[in-house]
Structures are given as structure tokens and as C-alpha cells.
């Protein structure tokens, strides 16, 4: 009787090692950092000023994907190929930046911002772990995507709050400009800091509609230079036609807002407040 042939399939080393190494990462990462990843995903769920970041891990992914030939190449490297001199160099630097992350989630815990420092502390803590566990070749291709990972958390609410401000009152004089040029009858004053525009319709009422931080364009900003810096980096042309690209869209993007404001003014003056709040 003959004997069959068994085969056997046996895992390369290589794989296993990199697989160890990829799981490493994620779970010190997790273990550091998942309370705070939770918090942000449930701001995201349950906020429209955040809603974008749902869309970060997906682009992240895609180009970590993008870079995977290169990744393939650079991450067998052994630093020990390296000079005596400068052979232990990235393992020493990743653990100086490794332990700054760590020091820097310290520290923001304690103050009044800790999911922003938190935060900002995650790309820097992955940069450390990518230099001790592989090489600075497999940094230098991640360096990008890693870097991306700071849109995870929207900007300082002062900050968002003084640029909010003042987008705001641009939008604002810009929609009464054209509303006026257009012979609608209306004032704009400011209440508690935030610009009213009243109108009068035929009717003689005199519906107001606040121009808010909400309504100043500085979440559909936010929003567009997420993509705007995506597309930039993965469209291939020159530097100054993508800053063009970009400064083009951003200016689109604004206008659209004001568009926005002056369309529910003038659905407002002819259908009414309701109205015009409703479809907007």
C-alpha cells in the first residue's frame, strides 16, 4: 500500500517575528491610550463637528496600504547592518521618545485638557515603539500616516473658538452685504457677541437669525483640511499647484457657507423663519 505524501506548511520566521512586532504595538497602544480612543469615537458618533474623525482610522489604514511594497522592503532591515557607531542610535532614540510620550500623557493629565494631550501624545508614543521595534527606513515611510493621527482630536477649543469668532462675523456682513444688495430690507447687530441679521418681510415681521460659531463655517473648514491635506499627499504634482489646489478649496468651501447663510435668509424672508430653519 502506498504511503501518502504529507506536506506540511511551515510559517516563516520572518512573518511571525514582524507579527509580534505589529502586536506589540497595538497592544501597548491600546493599553495606553484606549480610553481616551473611546471618548473620541463616541464624540465622533454623537457631535457633527467631529463626525470627520470617523473617516481618520479608514484613511489611516489606506495609507499605511499604499506604502506596503516599500514597507516590505525597509522593515527586514536589522539596525545591526548599521555602523558600530550608529547602530544602536534608533533603539536609544526611540525609547527617549517612547518615555517623552509617556511623560507628556503624564502631565496632561492633570491639567484641563487631558484628551488633547492624550492625544498628541499617541503619534509621538508610536514614532518611539517604530524605532525601537524596526527601523528608522520603516519610520521614514510611516512618518506621514503616523502624523495624520493628530486629526484625531479637533483643536483646542480656544483656538477654535477665536478663529469660530471670527469666521463668523466675516459671514455674517458677507450674507447682509448681499441681501441688502439685493434690496431686502435688514439690519445686523450683535447679541452677546454673536451677529444677528434681522430682515423685514412683506408681512412686516422681523424674523432675527444668529450667526453662531456653529454657523461660521469653522467645522466644514476643519473637515476640508483633513482631506485637502489626504488628497495633497497622494495626488502626485507639483508642490505649488497642490498648495493652489488647496487654497482654491478652502476658499470654495468658505463661500459655500456664505451661500448657505444668504439662502436661509432669503428663504426666511419669503416662507419665514420656520421655514428656512427647517430645510437647513
Not at 489626504?230 to 468651501?253: V, W
Not at 459655500?256 to 424672508?269: E, H, K, Q, S
Amino acid at each position: 500500500m502506498k504511503n501518502p505524501h504529507l506536506s506540511f506548511h511551515i510559517p516563516n520566521t520572518g512573518n511571525i517575528v514582524l507579527g509580534l512586532k505589529i502586536m506589540v504595538i497595538v497592544t501597548a497602544a491600546l493599553m495606553i491610550f484606549h480610553q481616551d480612543l473611546a471618548i473620541v469615537a463616541n464624540d465622533a458618533l454623537q457631535s457633527d463637528f467631529s463626525s470627520h474623525i470617523l473617516a481618520i482610522p479608514f484613511i489611516f489604514a489606506y495609507l499605511i496600504y499604499r506604502k506596503r511594497k516599500m514597507l516590505k522592503a525597509v522593515v527586514p532591515l536589522e539596525n545591526q547592518d548599521q555602523p558600530k557607531e550608529t547602530r544602536y542610535l534608533p533603539t536609544i532614540a526611540g525609547i527617549i521618545i517612547s518615555t517623552t510620550a509617556i511623560l507628556l500623557y503624564w502631565h496632561g493629565s492633570y491639567t484641563f485638557t487631558p484628551l488633547e494631550y492624550h492625544m498628541f501624545a499617541l503619534p509621538i508614543f508610536l514614532t518611539g515603539l517604530i524605532l525601537i521595534l524596526f527601523n528608522t527606513q520603516t519610520l521614514r515611510q510611516l512618518a506621514f500616516p503616523i502624523a495624520f493621527l493628530i486629526f484625531l482630536t479637533p483643536p483646542p477649543s480656544e483656538i477654535l473658538y477665536t478663529i469660530g469668532s471670527t469666521l463668523s462675523i466675516i459671514s455674517s456682513n458677507a450674507s447682509f452685504a448681499i441681501i441688502k444688495t439685493i434690496g431686502i430690507p435688514s439690519t445686523l447687530t450683535s447679541e452677546f457677541g454673536t451677529p444677528t441679521i434681522q430682515i423685514t418681510r412683506p408681512d412686516g415681521s422681523t424674523p432675527s437669525f444668529g450667526v453662531d460659531i456653529a454657523c461660521s463655517g469653522i467645522y466644514s473648514l476643519i473637515g476640508f483640511l483633513i482631506f485637502a491635506v489626504f488628497i495633497a499627499y497622494i495626488i502626485r504634482d507639483k508642490p505649488l499647484k497642490k498648495l493652489a489646489l488647496f487654497l482654491i478649496g478652502l476658499s470654495l468651501i468658505y463661500a459655500l457657507n456664505i451661500a448657505r447663510i444668504t439662502t436661509i435668509l432669503l428663504i426666511g424672508y419669503s416662507q419665514g423663519e420656520a421655514a428656512a430653519l427647517q430645510i437647513f
